[in-house]
Protein backbone atom coordinates (compact mmCIF):
# COMPACT_ATOMS: atom_id res chain seq x y z
CA UNK A 1 0.00 0.00 0.00
CA UNK A 2 1.20 3.61 -0.81
CA UNK A 3 0.62 6.42 1.26
CA UNK A 4 0.96 8.94 -1.95
CA UNK A 5 -1.87 11.84 -2.50
CA UNK A 6 -2.74 13.70 -5.68
CA UNK A 7 -4.86 16.61 -6.00
CA UNK A 8 -7.32 17.16 -8.64
CA UNK A 9 -5.45 18.49 -11.02
CA UNK A 10 -2.85 16.37 -10.92
CA UNK A 11 -5.52 12.84 -11.30
CA UNK A 12 -7.27 15.37 -14.37
CA UNK A 13 -3.74 15.45 -15.99
CA UNK A 14 -2.66 11.53 -15.19
CA UNK A 15 -5.77 10.46 -16.89
CA UNK A 16 -6.08 13.24 -19.65
CA UNK A 17 -9.15 14.67 -17.86
CA UNK A 18 -10.52 18.14 -17.20
CA UNK A 19 -10.05 19.20 -14.06
CA UNK A 20 -14.09 19.77 -13.39
CA UNK A 21 -14.86 16.14 -14.51
CA UNK A 22 -12.64 14.65 -11.88
CA UNK A 23 -13.83 17.00 -9.16
CA UNK A 24 -17.58 15.67 -10.64
CA UNK A 25 -16.64 11.94 -10.21
CA UNK A 26 -15.01 13.03 -6.75
CA UNK A 27 -19.07 14.73 -5.84
CA UNK A 28 -20.52 12.20 -7.39
CA UNK A 29 -19.07 9.44 -5.09
CA UNK A 30 -17.39 7.46 -8.41
CA UNK A 31 -14.10 8.37 -7.16
CA UNK A 32 -13.11 8.42 -3.46
CA UNK A 33 -11.45 11.59 -2.05
CA UNK A 34 -10.66 13.35 1.26
CA UNK A 35 -11.74 16.71 1.59
CA UNK A 36 -8.78 18.38 3.25
CA UNK A 37 -9.77 22.38 4.27
CA UNK A 38 -11.05 23.81 0.45
CA UNK A 39 -9.21 20.99 -1.72
CA UNK A 40 -9.87 17.04 -2.32
CA UNK A 41 -7.05 14.59 -2.28
CA UNK A 42 -6.92 11.14 -4.08
CA UNK A 43 -5.18 8.35 -2.85
CA UNK A 44 -3.31 6.36 -4.97
CA UNK A 45 -5.09 2.65 -4.14
CA UNK A 46 -8.41 4.58 -4.94
CA UNK A 47 -7.40 6.02 -8.11
CA UNK A 48 -6.07 2.71 -9.20
CA UNK A 49 -8.80 1.38 -8.26
CA UNK A 50 -11.11 4.02 -9.92
CA UNK A 51 -8.91 3.48 -12.95
CA UNK A 52 -8.74 -0.68 -13.15
CA UNK A 53 -5.34 0.19 -14.03
CA UNK A 54 -1.61 0.66 -12.35
CA UNK A 55 -0.99 4.64 -12.06
CA UNK A 56 2.69 5.45 -12.93
CA UNK A 57 3.47 8.81 -11.98
CA UNK A 58 5.63 11.36 -14.49
CA UNK A 59 9.71 11.41 -13.50
CA UNK A 60 10.03 14.62 -11.43
CA UNK A 61 12.60 17.01 -13.69
CA UNK A 62 16.25 15.88 -14.28
CA UNK A 63 14.98 12.11 -14.08
CA UNK A 64 13.83 9.62 -16.95
CA UNK A 65 12.91 11.70 -20.36
CA UNK A 66 9.70 11.27 -22.07
CA UNK A 67 9.80 10.91 -25.88
CA UNK A 68 6.80 10.66 -28.31
CA UNK A 69 6.61 9.66 -32.24
CA UNK A 70 4.79 11.21 -34.44
CA UNK A 71 3.94 9.23 -37.47
CA UNK A 72 2.05 9.43 -40.59
CA UNK A 73 1.73 6.40 -42.85
CA UNK A 74 0.30 6.16 -46.74
CA UNK A 75 -0.71 3.10 -47.80
CA UNK A 76 -1.24 2.97 -51.94
CA UNK A 77 -3.24 0.39 -54.11
CA UNK A 78 -5.52 -1.01 -51.40
CA UNK A 79 -9.34 -1.46 -51.27
CA UNK A 80 -12.19 -0.09 -49.10
CA UNK A 81 -12.42 -3.63 -47.36
CA UNK A 82 -8.48 -4.04 -46.77
CA UNK A 83 -8.73 -0.61 -45.35
CA UNK A 84 -11.63 -0.78 -43.09
CA UNK A 85 -9.79 -4.19 -41.79
CA UNK A 86 -6.23 -2.46 -40.95
CA UNK A 87 -8.07 0.86 -39.63
CA UNK A 88 -9.92 -1.65 -36.85
CA UNK A 89 -7.31 -3.61 -35.95
CA UNK A 90 -5.06 -0.35 -35.40
CA UNK A 91 -7.77 1.39 -33.32
CA UNK A 92 -8.13 -2.05 -31.23
CA UNK A 93 -4.21 -2.38 -30.94
CA UNK A 94 -3.75 1.35 -30.04
CA UNK A 95 -6.44 1.81 -27.53
CA UNK A 96 -4.22 -1.04 -25.18
CA UNK A 97 -2.09 0.27 -23.05
CA UNK A 98 1.43 -0.44 -23.39
CA UNK A 99 4.00 -0.75 -21.03
CA UNK A 100 4.66 2.72 -20.67
CA UNK A 101 0.69 3.08 -19.16
CA UNK A 102 0.01 5.62 -22.08
CA UNK A 103 -2.50 4.38 -25.00
CA UNK A 104 -1.62 5.62 -28.42
CA UNK A 105 -3.26 7.72 -30.76
CA UNK A 106 -4.21 6.68 -34.25
CA UNK A 107 -6.38 8.21 -37.42
CA UNK A 108 -7.12 6.81 -40.16
CA UNK A 109 -8.06 8.48 -43.64
CA UNK A 110 -9.29 7.03 -46.85
CA UNK A 111 -9.08 8.22 -50.28
CA UNK A 112 -11.26 5.55 -52.51
CA UNK A 113 -10.34 8.16 -55.84
CA UNK A 114 -6.51 7.15 -54.99
CA UNK A 115 -7.56 3.92 -53.17
CA UNK A 116 -5.07 5.26 -50.79
CA UNK A 117 -5.52 5.10 -46.94
CA UNK A 118 -3.24 7.43 -44.69
CA UNK A 119 -2.51 6.55 -40.83
CA UNK A 120 -1.74 9.23 -38.64
CA UNK A 121 0.08 7.71 -35.31
CA UNK A 122 1.22 9.54 -32.17
CA UNK A 123 3.05 7.92 -28.67
CA UNK A 124 5.90 6.78 -27.19
CA UNK A 125 8.48 5.29 -29.10
CA UNK A 126 8.82 2.02 -28.62
CA UNK A 127 4.55 1.06 -28.63
CA UNK A 128 4.27 3.55 -32.04
CA UNK A 129 7.35 0.99 -33.51
CA UNK A 130 5.61 -2.24 -32.53
CA UNK A 131 2.45 -0.89 -34.12
CA UNK A 132 4.20 -0.30 -37.34
CA UNK A 133 5.68 -3.62 -36.75
CA UNK A 134 2.18 -5.02 -36.18
CA UNK A 135 0.53 -3.04 -39.54
CA UNK A 136 3.34 -4.49 -41.74
CA UNK A 137 2.58 -7.68 -40.88
CA UNK A 138 -0.57 -7.39 -42.00
CA UNK A 139 0.36 -5.88 -45.33
CA UNK A 140 2.80 -8.31 -46.21
CA UNK A 141 0.28 -11.48 -45.38
Given at each position: ?27 DGKLPAARIGKQYRIAHDDLEAFTGLPITTPAAPGG ?78
Open positions: MTDRFYSVEQVAELLGLHVRTVRSYVRTRHAEASCIVEIDDIDRTMADRITTLLTATATTRGPGGQALRVETSYDPARARLKVIVLGGLADTARLLDYMDGVLTS
